[in-house]
């Protein structure tokens, strides 16, 4: 007897555009991404609580030698490992002379000021003072009270992801002049895809939207749903399902419903960085790529994970230099009063 395949999944990973429209021939999208549609799901997403934790970079680039570098809201931060592997975070500046701790060494879990030699083991010592920190296992995330001012929560809101220890992982992190409601509003115009992103994405149809009935995968009342075909190489394409959530102020969590990779996930975070120099607000997507699949041949994909790490996140990247300009743009009409939505 023929082994069952699991639900949608076709046997094979790729399909074959049989009918392939060109770009200038689709159907335009302009009159389905209202305005007003995208605006009310940005503002119930800006209403959840975040417990004041925002995202600084990806877990395994917190080491054991040297601190990682981060900047919310203006705030100079450091992440690093102590001796145990134990991730501890606060103040990027020395307590002592102002020196930035970014540059200094970690030594045996111990960060070590390259001025004057001021220790810090992660706990409060001279004028420094730890901050809550959280490693999900792919994103570290930090707790600023002050900056938040909403009620702390002990972690952060993390979505379901497939077990890591059977995914592979990347993460990117792009910068754009603009907020983080400029880049929940460029995730929450599914729209947009197949016009703005013709290399990666053809045949998108949004089937559901948060104005509708929630469906099956209760995706309704507060999702996209969205049925797309990634693009792999000329007319073949791996084509899938997939709903677009908001589980926090700053976050924008697809998943993969139906079609390959059931389950795998992509988490854009927007953090605010601060004012650049002119004044403008600075805004970090940092994005997580979590990838899964049934299939026996995944485990070679598990096995090279260094190299498809790169691939996954080089192409977040170049979706993001788009998507970023998007965003800035966004940002440029509503700061000079010329945004049409």
Same mark, same amino acid.
């Given at each position: ?15 074959? *555009? ?66 145990? #592997? *134990?991730?501890?975070? #606060? ?31 992660? #706990? ?36 379901? *992801? ?5 995914? /592979? ?12 409601? !400029? ?11 197949? +016009? ?9 149809? /949004? ?7 929630? !469906? ?73 790529? /979590? ?31 788009? !998507? ?6 966004? +940002? ?10």
């Amino acid at each position: 007897m023929k082994p069952r395949r699991p639900a949608g999944r076709a046997r094979y990973p790729l399909s074959l *555009r049989r009918r392939p429209v060109r770009w200038d021939k689709q159907q335009p999208t302009w009159r389905q991404a209202r305005p007003a549609l995208i605006a009310e799901a940005l503002k119930r997403a800006q209403a959840r609580p975040s417990g004041n934790w925002y995202v600084v970079g990806a877990s395994r680039d917190v080491r054991a030698d040297r601190p990682l570098s981060a900047t919310v809201a203006g705030q100079e931060l450091v992440v690093w490992r102590t001796a145990d #592997g *134990r991730p501890v975070a #606060g103040p990027g500046s020395c307590p002592h002379l102002g020196a930035p701790l970014a540059d200094s060494p970690v030594r045996c879990g111990i960060l070590v000021c390259h001025w004057h030699g001021l220790a810090l083991d992660g #706990g409060p010592f001279a004028g420094w003072e730890p901050l809550p920190v959280h490693d999900d296992g792919v994103l570290m995330w930090l707790r600023l009270d002050q900056v938040g001012g909403e009620p702390p929560t002990r972690a952060p809101v993390v979505p379901p *992801r497939p077990q890591l220890s059977r995914s /592979v992982a990347a993460v990117c992190t792009g910068v754009g002049i603009c907020e983080p409601e !400029d880049v929940m509003a460029n995730r929450l115009d599914p729209w947009h895809g197949a +016009w703005f992103h013709p290399y990666s994405f053809v045949d998108l149809t /949004v089937v559901d939207t948060p104005d509708a009935e929630p !469906d099956a995968e209760g995706a309704g009342e507060d999702g996209f749903t969205v049925d797309v075909s990634f693009k792999v190489a000329g007319r073949f394409v791996v084509p899938v399902r997939a709903v677009f959530t908001t589980p926090g102020p700053r976050t924008v969590l697809m998943r993969i419903t139906e079609g390959e990779g059931r389950g795998s996930v992509v988490e854009t975070h927007a953090t605010p960085l601060g004012p650049d120099e002119l004044g403008r607000p600075r805004t970090a997507v940092v994005e997580a790529v /979590v990838a899964s699949s049934a299939r026996p041949g995944f485990a070679a994909a598990r096995a090279a994970a260094p190299v498809v790490r790169r691939l996954m996140a080089a192409g977040a990247a170049r979706l993001w230099r788009d !998507d970023l300009a998007y965003a800035e743009r966004r +940002w440029l009409l509503r700061s000079t009063g010329r945004f049409p939505g």
